[in-house]
């Protein structure tokens, strides 16, 4: 089987980070061998990595280095890579380097060489000082805005190019508007906004998890922001779903009726399918034995893909489940315990937006028609990068 592409999220520092922000999604959860000391990926993983991965027949090959904190690895790991990246590489090759960082921990050796490389850089910011500072703390309990403003200032000096990758919480969600004047102030043009949506082991929601409905407010009033900013900001999720309507496509991974377009590489070389299912259950392989063929030929791959695919009866009749698909398997009630699981924490929000913003994106895609609840093939590269 051959992909135009196959995205690799690799977390060479698996779930460290320099940070203790308050509402992660790794700080209910621990390592696969249930510790939580520093992991770092060897040399020799990252080598046999790189040259197998770009050994494969893609159109693109994309690398998102991912954390916890992938930066804690050094400037050193980077540079390495970038060089078995160049030993491995044909002309014929595309690359792309996505680095998801909370920004603290950038030098200035470490900006020139992200801006040398040509590096996409998606940095944490969940909004202005005291909203950012609420949760985005050190251990110490001092919050971190300082430090990634400073270091952001550093970046876009450097010409690196940056966007900002922002959780809607509890806390944060009804200064959406706010959120996004800061950012764009900031010359930051290039935003994502992800839903906090976190269980606790009893099942009920986390303190810091986004009520529905204010989820739902929220992308409503960052709509008409987008709308109005729109060719000058982009806001990814409104970008995709505009994509879909016009191509009938999905344009990103949670509007697809698959799971299953890319793959999570672990510090040590352990293959999983999603970041939010890096557990044993879900274990895919260990790319030091297993090859990407018999990954995607996995029972345990094609049953996490299909996963998605299981929405409940209120899905099912739903007239957005073309654009919705039932949403991330992440965000379905019961998530954890089973990746058939049920429905939407944040169905009632997503209606909200759809009705209020789906005429208007039907108007500015044109007259083109909704997909099939059967949603179409899948386009390659749809990455959740959150
Ligand atoms: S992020 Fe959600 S929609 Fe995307 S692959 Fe993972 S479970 Fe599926
Ligand atoms: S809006 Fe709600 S009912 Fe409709 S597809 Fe999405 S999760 Fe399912």
Known sequence: MLRNSFPLLIK??????????????YSLKTHGNGSQKQ????????????????????????????GGEPTLMGLQFFTHAVQYQKQYAT????????????????????????????????VSIDGPKHL???????????????????NL?????????????????ANNVQHAADIFHHLTTKHILHHQYI???????????????????????????????????RGRVSVRYFDALLYTLMSGRPGICHMDNRCGQYAVVEYDGSIYPCDFFVSP???????????????????LYTAFGQGKKTNSEKCSSCQWVGLCA?????????????????????????????????????????????????????PEGNVNAG
């Not at 090859?291 to 995607?296: F, G, R, Y």
Request: proline share 6%; hydrophobic share 40%.
């Open 12 to 25: 060479p520092a698996s779930f460290s980070c320099n940070l203790q922000c308050k509402h992660c999604f």
């Open 39 to 66: 992991l770092h990926m060897s040399g020799k993983t990252l080598h046999r990595l790189i040259k197998m991965y770009l050994a494969l027949p893609l159109e693109r090959h994309v690398f998102i280095w991912q």
């Open 91 to 122: 002309k014929a090759h595309t690359i792309e380097n996505c680095l998801q960082t909370n920004g603290t921990l950038i030098t200035k050796d470490f900006s020139k060489f992200l801006a040398r490389n040509h590096f996409l850089v998606g």
């Open 132 to 150: 950012h500072d609420f949760y985005r703390t050190y251990p110490t309990d001092k919050g971190s805005y300082q430090k990634v403003m400073d």
């Open 153 to 169: 200032g550093l970046m876009q000096k450097d010409g690196v190019n940056v966007n900002a990758l922002t959780l809607l919480t």
């Open 195 to 229: 839903p906090c949506v976190e269980f606790q082991p009893d099942g009920s929601p986390a303190p810091w998890a986004v009520d529905p409905l204010e989820w739902g407010k929220a992308l409503c009033s960052l709509f008409d922001l987008w709308l109005e900013a």
């Open 281 to 299: 259950q879900w274990k895919l392989g260990n790319i030091h034995e297993t090859s990407w063929q018999e990954i995607w030929q996995h029972p």
């Open 326 to 378: 039932g949403d991330c398997q992440k965000h379905r009630i019961g998530a954890y315990s089973t990746a058939h699981s049920q429905h939407s924490w944040l169905c009632n929000g997503y209606r909200l937006f759809f009705e209020y913003a789906v005429p208007i994106l039907r108007r500015l895609a044109g007259p083109t028609r909704l997909p099939e609840a059967a949603l179409p093939e899948v």
